[in-house]
């Protein structure tokens, strides 16, 4: 055993003595000395992305520096690796070609070795932006600019004695990208409110512009863009429905014993609740199913496809040149009058829709009635600095003041007496609760998708969240808190 350890270290020992004497032989030999007639080589040291700025131009992208250490070939650094790497064997063995090696370190390097700091990207929105998730990133070109460092080598390519290492920047210093109209105060806050969810998502609007002003994903390794992918939505569409009554002068009285049946299917409240006589007002706060199957049914497929086309859920939502969102995805009208009716009446059935088209439907019930378009990017920057602002279509009213104005207020009854207690802040939240039926079963459990969309502050609106989780347990229990947490750090901006 004694033999086998020694011969090993001998090998190693030997191993090491010739590696330094190659590297003292390429970085000492005479004759490699600096030459007019020798080539030049370039070593790649950072590619830049474009820069991605928030609305008050903080970059989202760019925004810190990594350090990278110039290794040269010789003796010296070979001495010193032991000190910075984990796998010195490794890099000497790259030094071993004669050529610099670049390599990342966490910690200060002796004087001789150059250091050079890299730019790179810490944000918490990384889904928004990443190609790899589909984002921004991905309409957008690889790299606006490079630097570069190039030393002289000799025939075979090794580095020369004295060579000097020159930096070559090509369009590195630059503005070149995008401004959206994230707000970097109100994305960090809604990314904080988020660190209990698990799985899910959140997105905060201005219902006056409808700019998306935070977009948080969970877990955050995820490479899902969740806020634009579809969901199963339950009781939030209630929301659609109560509009489409509204809008057609329906606000029937019902009274709920627990149970509905509509053909041969019957349908009934959480825990067979029995929730009385109701007009929209009461049945919105105590989310009774019942209430909306039998209003479903009155208003019929064609009132609500309408007008759940009219109010946006069906559209694409175009988020910056060819990035395209489904808003939503209805079923056909052959499909309600086939059965599916009474189903969609509360937001089950073959829809789903994405939270930021929910999102974007509550910015216009603050707004009176008035949709405008979703906008996350507000100008194209150069690599001056120049802004060249995007165009949006015209703001334009797709239900009544009069609609948006009960709808709001019954919103603020799901706040004050209904399932959305725990979301309420100041007497100011309004919005809806939905813990909405899957069709997908792990160990014979339903995965349930939970939400809440509401509006802050009810008396002059101003921001439309909505809060959403992945196997959840209700919308009351999982999303509530959040916006609460999420409208209390809000009142203090």
């Known amino acids: 055993m004694k033999r086998r350890v ?22 000492l030999g005479n004759t490699y000395n600096v030459s007019a007639e020798y080539n030049s080589y370039s070593l790649l040291l950072d590619s830049v992305e474009p820069n991605i700025y928030y609305k008050n ?4 992208t760019n925004n810190i520096y990594e350090q990278y250490a110039l290794l040269k070939p010789n003796v010296k650094t070979l001495a010193e690796l032991s000190y910075y790497f984990e796998n010195p064997d490794e890099v000497a063995q790259e030094l071993k070609q004669g050529k610099p090696v670049l390599k990342k370190v966490n910690k200060t390097l002796n004087g001789y070795i150059e250091t050079y700091n890299v730019k790179s990207t810490e944000n918490n929105c990384s889904q928004l932006l990443s190609r790899e998730s589909g984002g921004l990133l991905s309409y957008l070109p690889d790299s606006v600019g490079k630097r570069k460092l190039r030393f002289y080598v000799d025939a075979k390519g090794r580095m020369l004695t004295g060579s000097k290492i020159e930096q070559i920047d090509n369009n590195y210093v630059t503005s070149e990208g995008l401004l959206l109209t994230l707000d970097s105060e109100i994305q960090n806050i809604t990314y904080d409110a988020c660190k209990y969810i698990k799985s899910g998502c959140a997105v905060v609007m201005d219902i006056a512009s409808s700019e998306i002003l935070a977009c948080v994903t969970k877990p955050d390794g995820s490479y899902l863009n969740k806020p634009v992918m579809q969901y199963a939505a ?16 329906l606000n029937p009285l019902y009274d709920c014993g627990g149970k509905i049946k509509v053909g041969d299917t019957e349908y009934s409240c959480q825990k067979l609740h029995k929730h009385g006589k109701q007009h929209i007002k009461e049945a919105l706060a105590n989310s009774c199913n019942c209430y909306f ?20 859920f069906d559209e694409n939502i175009n988020l910056y ?3 395209n969102v489904k808003s939503a995805v209805l079923p056909s009208e052959i499909d309600l009058n086939n059965g599916d009716l009474p189903l969609i009446g509360f937001g089950q059935g073959k829809l789903t829709v994405t939270p930021l088209s929910m999102c974007s439907f509550l910015c216009t019930v603050g707004s009176s009635g008035i949709k405008s378009d979703i906008k996350l990017v507000s100008a194209e920057v150069d690599m001056f600095g120049n802004r060249t602002f995007l165009d949006y279509g015209a703001p ?13 207020n019954y919103m603020r009854g799901v706040a004050e007496n209904g399932t959305g207690k725990n979301a309420d802040y100041n007497n100011e939240s309004a919005g809806k609760t939905a813990t909405a039926q899957t069709g ?19 008396s002059k609106p101003r921001y439309a969240i909505v809060v959403m989780t992945e196997d959840g347990k209700s919308g009351a229990e999982d999303c509530c808190p959040v916006f609460r947490t999420i409208v209390e750090k809000l009142t203090k901006l």
């Open 234 to 249: 339950g009781s939030v569409f209630k929301l659609v429905i109560a509009a489409c009554a509204l809008e057609n002068g």
């Open 321 to 323: 040149k060819d990035w």
């Open 6 to 27: 020694y011969f090993s270290s001998a090998l190693f020992f030997l191993f090491f003595i010739a590696l330094v004497g190659r590297i003292a032989y390429i970085s």
């Open 440 to 458: 997908q079963f792990v160990n014979s459990r339903e995965l349930l998708n939970t939400w809440f969309a509401g509006i802050y502050p009810y």
């Open 57 to 60: 131009y903080e970059k989202l």
């Open 396 to 408: 334009k009213r797709v239900m009544t003041d009069k609609t948006a104005y009960l709808l709001l």
């Open 293 to 312: 199957v039998n209003l479903a049914m009155k208003l019929g497929s064609k009132n609500i496809i309408k007008t759940a086309k009219k109010l946006g």
